[in-house]
């Protein structure tokens, strides 16, 4: 059982920068791989990124490749999103998500666990 807890959100301006963090529970985090998705007002939930359980593999969407970066620390059990350039298109509400896998998946229902989200908005 894995609890995440999504923080860093906030209002910025566009081309500005953020940093998400995404804080878990538990002994075996190192055993889950993470992905970070969104959701706009309106729209279905996407993949943002993901990151594999050593962070030897990441997966990015197009959207954000070269502006968004995933990275993690199993020593305190948080994986992180730097989020820069940023621009009103990516204004949503973010979350991350776990599963007890090897193999990284840009699905919502191939992950088990997941945060409460964290908002983000970007001004142009």
């Known amino acids: 059982q894995v609890q995440l807890v999504e923080s860093g959100g906030g209002l910025v301006q566009a081309g500005g920068s953020l940093r998400l963090s995404c804080a878990a529970s538990g002994r075996t985090f190192s055993t889950y791989a993470v992905a970070w998705f969104r959701q706009a007002p309106g729209k279905e939930r996407e993949f943002v990124a993901a990151i594999s359980r050593s962070a030897v593999s990441t997966s990015y969407a197009d959207p954000v490749k070269g502006r968004f970066t995933i990275s993690r620390d199993n020593a305190k059990n948080t994986v992180y999103l730097q989020m820069n350039s940023l621009k009103a298109e990516d204004t949503a509400v973010y979350y991350c998500?776990?599963?007890?896998?090897?193999?990284?998946?840009?699905?919502?229902?191939?992950?088990?666990?997941w945060g409460q989200g964290t908002q983000v908005t970007v001004s142009s």
């Open positions: 998500a776990a599963r007890s896998s090897i193999v990284l998946s840009i699905r919502t229902s191939d992950y088990n666990y």
